[in-house]
Each structure stands twice: as C-alpha cells, then as structure tokens.
C-alpha cells in the first residue's frame, strides 16, 4: 500500500478511534479515580490518584460473580443455538426454493415489529405456564414454568429473526451457480450446505456470534421480569447494585460497567479474526 | 423441498410459541381495558378510535419517523465507512474493531451519563470546544429546536459499530478477482467501490436499512433516559408513549393497540423498501 | 440397614420441616448493596430465629423497574405478599385491587402511635393502605461562599419570595448576557418541576386536589405561584430557562454553576462523597414561605397484596420490618428519613448535621396527592408548567388547560 495512502488511513483510523472510543476510555480511566476526583471540574484525563478501591468494592459485591457466570451461560448457550439453527434457516430462506417461502420469512420478519413492552406480559406468562416444567402440570398450571431457570433467560435471545435475516442476506451475495454447480455434481443438499456454505458463511456466522453474545450479556428487562431468585441474576441486574433513587455509586458502578463489557469484547476478539480477508476464490471453474 | 422445511422448521416452530402467539395476546388486549393487574375486559374497537383521535400520538409517530429518517443514513454511511476502514490489511486492525465496537455494548447508563457531560451547557466538553472557535454555547439537550438531533448524533455513534460488523461480513463476501480485474482495466478505487462494492454490498444494504427501520422507529430507551421525552415534547417518540401507557399509566390494552399500529407502519415502510430495492435490482 | 433408616429419617424430617415453613415474600424498591447486607445479615435472621415457622424470602427491584416487575408478576399471579412502591402509587393499587387495607393489622404494629402524622400519609377514601419504611425530602440548600462574595450574610438564608429573589439577583453571574452562575437552580421540566413548583403553590396557600379530587391547582394563589415561578426565569433572569443538571453526581451547586437549589438528602449525601471541597461550603436552610413553608417529602412503604395467602404469616413480617429496631437499621443502611418519632431520634440521624436537618424539615412536609391517577396528571401539570416556563403559554392559561385534561381523567 502506498505510504501516502497508508498514512492517510491510519490517520484516518486513529480520529475515528477517538470519536468512538473516548468515551469508553474516560470511564474505564475515572473507574481508577477516587471518588472526590472523578467529577472534577475540569476534568482530569490523567489521574491525579489512582485507586483499585473501586474495582475491589465492585468485585467483592454479593453475588458479583454469580451474576457474571448467569450472563455467561446464557449468552453462550443463546450464540450456540443461533449459530447452529440460523444459520440453517438463514441458507434455506437464501438458496433452497419451497412454497411460501417469502410469506414465511415476512411472517417471521414481522414478529420483530411489535414493541417489546406490550409483548412482555405475554411471553412471561408463555413462560411461566410451560407445560410439565418448573412444578407445572400438562396444562402448565400449578407451578412457576421456566421462570428463574437458564432457558427461561435465553427465551428471547434463540433462534433469533433478526440473526436468520443476516444469514439469509449473506448466502443470497454468491452467485446461484455456486449452488448449482454442486447439484449438478449430485450432492445431497446438506452436503451442499456442510461442505460449501458453511465455511463460506464463517464472517457472517461470526457477525451473528458477536452480536446474538451481545444482545444477551446486555439484556436487562427480561432478565429482570424472568428471575426472583438472586442466584439467577445476570451482570445487567447486577449493576443496579450500585443504583440509589436519585444518584448513583459511579465509582464501583464505572469499575463494575468497565468489567462488564470485558466479556463481550473477548468474544469480539476471538470471532473477528474470521473477517480477515477470507478472499472467496470462485468455486466455478 | 423436504430439505428446506427440516431446515427452517426449528426457528418457524419455536417463534411460533414465543413471539408469534405472544402476539397475538398482545392483539387481543388491544380491544380491552387492562391494568395488567385482575382481569383484561373487552371493549372492542375504543382504543383505536381513541388513538385516532390522540394528537400526541401522531406527532410523536411524525417525530420518530424524522428521527429514523435523520439516524439511518447516518448511521449507514458512518458504518459503510469504518468498515471500509477497517477492511485494510494494516496490523491491528483487531484493535480498532473492538474501539468503533465500544460504543455498542457500553451500557445505557454509563453511556448516557458520559453524553449527558459532553452536551452539558455550563460545563460539557462539547460547548468547550465550540468555545476555542468562539462559537457560542449550544444547549444541546435542553432547548427544543436541538435535542432531538442531539440524540441522533448519540444514537448514530451508539449504533455505527454494529452495522459496521455487518458490512464487515458483507465485504468479505466480494470476490478479490472482481476488484483485481477491475484495476487491470483501470478504474481507480473510487470507481471500484461505486461500481463493485456498492452493487455487491445490495442484501447488506436491505438488511440494515429494515433492522434500522424496525429498530429506530421502536427506539424509546435513549429518550427516556436522556431527555425523559422533553423538553416540551420534542424527544417525544412513540415507543416513549407505549411504554408510559403500559408501565406508568397501567393502561395495557392502549399501549398494545399504539403498538399494533406502530407495527403496521413498520411493516408498510418495510415492505416498501424491500420491494423498492428489489426492483431496482432487477432494473439492473 | 440402622444407617439407612437414620438418613431417611433425616431426610423426611428435612422435608417435613421443609413444607412446615410458610414463605413470605417480600419486595424492597431500591438495590444498594447496603441495604441487603442489613436484610441479609441481621433483619432476616432475626425474624426467622423468631419464627422459626416462617421464612422471609426478599427480593430487591430497582426503583425505575418497580411497576414492570410488579405488574408482570401479579399477571402472573406470583406477586409477592408485601411490596414497597412510592405512596403516590396507593390510589392506583387500590382501585385495581392489588393491594388490601391494612386497618385491621394497625393494631399489630409496633407501637402504631411512634409513626405520627406519617402513617395517615397511606389513607386513601378513608381506607389505610400503607406503612411508611422511609422518607427522602428536599430543603433548599445553597453555598455560603457564594453568598459571602456577594454581600450576604452565609447564616442568613432567604425566609421569603422576595428575599428568594433579592439573593438571586445578588448572586447571579452574567456573562454577554448568558447566565453563567445561575442565583437559583430550579427545574424546568419533568417530574422534578411539577414536585418543586408545588412547593410554591402550597406555600402560597394552594392545593393541587380538592377533597372530591377535582383539580384546583388553577386557584389565583395557584396561578401567582406559577407567575413567581416563571418570573424566577424569565424576568429576573436568575435562574437557567434551559435548566441546569446534574452530571453524574455532580450536582451544579456543587460545579459551581449555581447558588441555591432545592436538593433532596441522597443528592447531598452523595456530593459529600463525590465534591467534598464544595460540600464542604453547603448550607441547608427550610423553604422560604409566602405564607407558609413547604418541603417535598414523599415516603416509600410497604403494602400488603390482596393476593397474599396467609395472612397471618404476613402480618408478622410486616409488623417486624416496621418495628422500631428494622426501621432504624434499614433507614440507616440507607441514609434516608425515618418516619418514626423514635427514629428521629436514632444516633444515625443524631450524628449527620444534614439528615437532622431533614428530619426537623419534616414539620413542613407535604406529599403526593392519593389520587389513582396520579401519574398521568402529574405528567400533564409537568407538561403545562414546562410550556408556561419556556414562554410557550401564559401562566393562566397553562393552568386551566392543565386543569382541563386532569379532570378529564377522573
């Protein structure tokens, strides 16, 4: 790459950096701040004391780590499950030809158009009166269904219409000759999607992986309607600890928000390196 | 064929249970009064005429769709951008992902105490710096003619480094021998991403243009904690009225039936631009 | 054989023990970790040491999630035995029949008589409905450095309109005409505006509701206090039309941005933590007075759900976590008002300056209106004072109109 062009990039990267990142940045840095300094006027971006009392204060809060290890679960078991069945439905709506095909993935489509608020009341009570789980009898009376357990948490994050969207709108950028070609060939058309499709999806599978881990490490309504029991809290819940009626401890809330978004950057991390230029050498010869 | 429902059968049957029929309890309330506490009781088609009448909910359905209509270009160029950005071959790049990916997964309320410090009129950094070029100093949030755009600006940033992973994925999805003939045959790189990338990108683009519409037009959380709807109405959206109507004002079944029609405008807009985007598809 | 009988026996004993137990549930508002260390560690086990047949389950809901959480869980039908909302929300409970009077359990307290004036704030249409757990209360509160630099006495606040005016003026700091200390912080918009400009129309002999809960907050005393008010703003300039707020905790008298404010005790206990060099020049003073002072004080509290199975288990928590000892020790891990006269007495309240001066503020309290629909018609008066505050609407009219739409909802 010319140097010219390169440093015009980097330039351009690292404003970007800036505009996007500093707010993080200022919160993760005050998170190190004593409380007396952490609103100063003007505002410090190098600390004038540093201190971990934050963090320990966070840290040590009851059931910090049970929170941590609930959201953890269920935002592993939601990308699991989207990762598998997504991705599947998505490559069908895509490249597979069966009647009502479009009406399906419109019918699908518009489940996501209704608000969350007016449709909380009935998933909570579809959840609390799952059949034959939680103390219910067959008629899902009697006892508490899936509420405060894991597949109660994960409900709105599986098989997620918005992650079939973007797998769909994936597999329908490659050629439909790729697909033919393989039939052509006489494969089996889960061969077809194992062999071919799958791999090829990786950065779309990845995106989704990213994102259904996010929407579930930062859902907090459900979670707050869904559990009583504080052992099935997750970090969301868990933050509101440091929440009063009219103010906030932003000290251990700053260092307590700072640990909560290590996760999902991890998983960031770990599922981007499939964006690197996996070049789609064409399949046709 | 077979193939195809054993494919798809998992996600229809299981949003069949938990969204779809939830739904349609949602409908239902919408013709009954409900607290949410005892019994729901049917008063068959008295909300909806009721919205009809509602003067706020029309503006704020007017103003939610000025808000969609000034955050999803924004938010799509900006994101285009820093996939653009980030697509090069430079090392680090991973870096720089996960910084434009901040925003996304910084919780609301550490978020917004930061925007509300950068828009502050007395002490924020944004009329500081305004300050330096000798403008004077704006108040953002508070004065009704800015607020709205101010939680634009906030939103597109919150928003950019989603969509960015998106057209991240799209962009891998183009052939390197596309690019590489078309330099051979001499466009330069700007032709190169009007003419291939662009094109290319064209189900990326559908994607994000319905999520954000589907998203923005339900957006309520920003307003509610930044600007609880104000100042005199003007962060006022509708998923802010639903939600008041639900929670504070323990009115259900008039807050599902402002949801049933905010879906149908949703859906309207949404099959709009899919079939508009289709043709111009097929017109090329 | 001997072994395994014995752990059968064990068992089945644990189980039957087990089912002996009655659960009473309980919600708390409000999720400090200071709070469920007091529950966890001492009032819990207090209780259950004492009846050994029952079992306090508690749970803590975040303030601004109370109504979404209550509300999902009485659809439900696992709503919990006792719950704690604002008092505002009494008339909505009871005229959806969530909750239960609790007349008849009165009598079970501790020492019913210790709550003063503050157990009549839950009577709704004669009815009680509430026991009262803790208190928060704002009191005008200004920098006496400020003052000093100005010309005013620090040990005098201002005990009248006019004077409020006069020591505004005094202090506001212009810059090309832009407000840059502002005399007065008062809030121009949302709930906060509708809470301090009731202040004002008590202050001048007004109400917001007459006894058949029809609105006369558009009374002449109620439109002088909104002319006062506005003019605050609008014509002698010493408080910001655009409003002023905090930032994070950092509440603008404590920036320096301005002079007086009426600031509720939780916001000044955490500048204690968070500015202590401005804290540390804070002074609280009562509410000046037209022809009375007027505080807003609003009590969170408990109330029993029509719901509840068993009545008698509930009584017993309830009467517990009220009794003199848990009110001392929750208000204390807290930081927040007790509403008993004993309270106000504890060392707690003894060793802060500030809460004492809360607590003797009490004497000026006036609270929400039990009326059911509070909520709404406390957003269209918010909604109508912002609108006569930015210049939108005269005084006059902004309170009929108000008016109007309040009576609508009745």
Not at chain 2, 140 to 157: E, N
Not at chain 2, 199 to 211: K, W
Not at chain 3, 138 to 149: C, G, K, V
Not at chain 3, 321 to 332: F, R
């Amino acid at each position: 790459m010319k140097k010219l062009k390169r440093l015009r990039v980097i330039f351009l990267l690292l404003i970007a950096a800036v505009v996007m990142g500093s707010p993080f940045f200022w919160m993760a840095i005050s998170s190190l701040k004593p409380n007396a300094e952490l609103f100063s006027w003007p505002p410090t971006f190098v600390p004038r004391h540093l201190t971990l009392d934050h963090y320990t204060t966070a840290l040590t809060t009851r059931g910090f780590e049970r929170y941590f290890l609930n959201s953890a679960v269920v935002s592993l078991i939601s990308m699991a499950f989207n990762l598998v069945f997504c991705s599947l439905a998505g490559y069908a709506f895509a490249r597979l030809d069966f009647p009502l095909k479009n009406f399906l993935f419109l019918l699908l489509l518009s489940t996501m158009m209704i608000p969350v608020q007016v449709t909380l009341i009935p998933t909570f009570l579809m959840v609390k009166s799952f059949p034959l789980a939680g103390g219910n009898n067959i008629f899902g009376q009697g006892g508490t269904g899936l509420l405060n357990t894991y597949a109660g948490l994960v409900v709105p994050h599986i098989m997620s219409v918005f992650g079939v969207f973007i797998m769909r709108q994936f597999y329908m950028q490659f050629p439909r000759e790729l697909s033919e070609a393989a039939r052509i060939d006489g494969a089996r058309e889960i061969s077809i999607f194992t062999r071919i499709f799958l791999p090829l999806g990786k950065p779309a599978m990845s995106a989704l992986a990213i994102f259904t881990f996010t929407q579930a490490w930062d859902d907090f309504l459900w979670p707050l309607v869904v559990t009583s029991d504080r052992n099935m809290r997750t970090l969301q819940l868990g933050l509101e600890v440091f929440k009063n009626r009219y103010t906030a401890d932003w000290g251990p809330l700053m260092a307590a928000t700072t640990v909560s978004i290590l996760p999902v950057i991890l998983i960031f991390v770990v599922f981007q390196r499939y964006f690197t230029d996996t070049a789609l050498s064409s399949g046709i010869k | 064929m077979l193939t195809a429902f054993i494919f798809i059968s998992p996600v229809l049957v299981y949003n069949i249970i938990f969204r779809i029929a939830p739904i349609f309890v949602s409908l239902y309330l919408s013709f009954t009064k409900f607290s949410g506490f005892g019994s729901a009781k049917l008063i068959g088609l008295v909300n909806y005429s009721r919205i009809f009448g509602d003067t706020q909910f029309w503006s704020a359905v007017l103003r939610t769709l000025q808000f969609s209509v000034e955050v999803l270009p924004l938010n799509m160029l900006l994101s285009l951008l820093l996939a653009l950005l980030v697509n090069t071959g430079l090392k680090g790049m991973s870096v720089f992902r996960a910084i434009y990916y901040l925003p996304v997964v910084t919780p609301m309320v550490a978020a917004s105490m930061i925007w509300l410090w950068l828009y502050d009129p007395q002490i924020g950094i944004l009329n500081f710096l305004l300050s330096l070029f000798n403008i004077p100093p704006q108040n953002f949030l508070r004065s009704p003619a800015t607020a709205m755009h101010s939680i634009v600006a906030m939103r597109v940033w919150r928003g950019a480094g989603w969509n960015m992973l998106i057209y991240l994925a799209g962009l891998q999805g183009i052939s390197r021998n596309l690019y590489e003939a078309a330099a051979i045959d001499g466009a330069s790189a700007f032709k190169r991403f009007l003419k291939i990338t662009l094109p290319l990108l064209r189900p990326v683009h559908i994607y994000v243009l319905i999520v954000g519409l589907i998203s923005t037009l339900q957006s309520f959380t920003e307003m509610y904690v930044m600007t609880s709807g104000g100042p005199l109405e003007s962060t006022t959206t509708v998923g802010l009225l639903i939600y008041r109507a639900a929670f504070d004002y323990m009115d259900m079944g008039y807050a599902s039936a402002m949801s049933f029609i905010l879906g149908l405008i949703i859906m309207t807009l949404s099959v709009v631009s899919f079939t508009w985007r289709r043709e111009k598809e097929v017109a090329e | 054989m001997k072994k395994l009988v014995l752990v059968l026996s064990i068992l089945s004993l644990l189980v039957f023990v087990g089912f002996g137990k009655t659960n009473v549930t309980v919600w708390f508002a409000g999720t400090s970790d200071q709070l469920t260390i007091a529950m966890d560690d001492d009032l819990i086990p207090a209780f259950e040491k004492a009846n050994p047949d029952l079992k306090l389950v508690v749970e803590y809901i975040p303030w601004g999630e109370l109504s979404t959480k209550l509300t999902t869980a009485f659809a439900g039908g696992i709503g919990p035995d006792i719950f704690m909302h604002g008092q505002a929300a009494i008339a909505g409970f009871v005229e959806n029949g969530v909750i239960r009077s609790i007349d008849d359990l009165i009598a079970r307290l501790d020492d019913p008589a210790d709550f003063g004036a503050a157990l009549d704030v839950g009577i709704y249409k004669g009815k009680n409905y509430f026991v009262p757990v803790f208190g928060s209360g704002r009191l005008l509160a200004y920098r006496a450095d400020f003052f000093e630099q100005s010309g005013l006495d620090p040990n005098e606040p201002p005990v009248t309109w006019e004077q409020l005016v006069t020591f505004a003026k005094a202090t506001t700091i212009y810059d090309s005409g832009r407000i840059v200390r502002a005399g007065l912080d008062i809030p121009v918009t949302g709930i906060d505006l509708q809470q301090v400009w009731t202040s004002f129309l008590i202050e001048n002999g007004g109400k917001l509701f007459d006894d058949e809960l029809n609105p006369v907050f558009n009374s002449p005393a109620g439109v002088e206090a909104l002319e006062y008010y506005v003019g605050l703003v609008r014509e002698a300039k010493v408080a910001s039309e655009f409003g002023l707020t905090p930032v994070g905790n950092l509440e603008p008298i404590a920036a320096g941005t301005a002079v007086m404010v009426f600031m509720n005790n939780e916001s000044l206990a955490a500048l204690k933590e968070y500015s202590p060099e401005s804290y540390s020049k804070i002074r609280l003073a009562f509410p000046p007075a037209r022809y009375t002072r007027a505080g807003f004080y609003s009590f969170a509290g408990f109330m029993v759900s029509s719901s509840t199975k068993n009545l008698e288990a509930t009584t017993k928590a309830l009467a517990f976590l009220t009794s003199k000892d848990s009110l001392v020790k929750i208000n204390k891990a807290l930081g927040s008002l007790p509403p008993r006269q004993s309270g106000a007495q504890a060392d707690f309240i003894a060793n802060d300056p500030d809460l004492k001066k809360f607590v003797e503020g009490a004497k000026y309290a006036y609270g929400n209106p039990n009326v059911p629909f509070w909520v709404q018609a406390r957003d269209i008066i918010s909604k109508y004072l912002e609108r006569a505050v930015m210049g939108a609407m005269n005084p006059k009219d902004a309170l009929d109109e108000a008016a109007k739409e309040v009576s609508k909802l009745k």
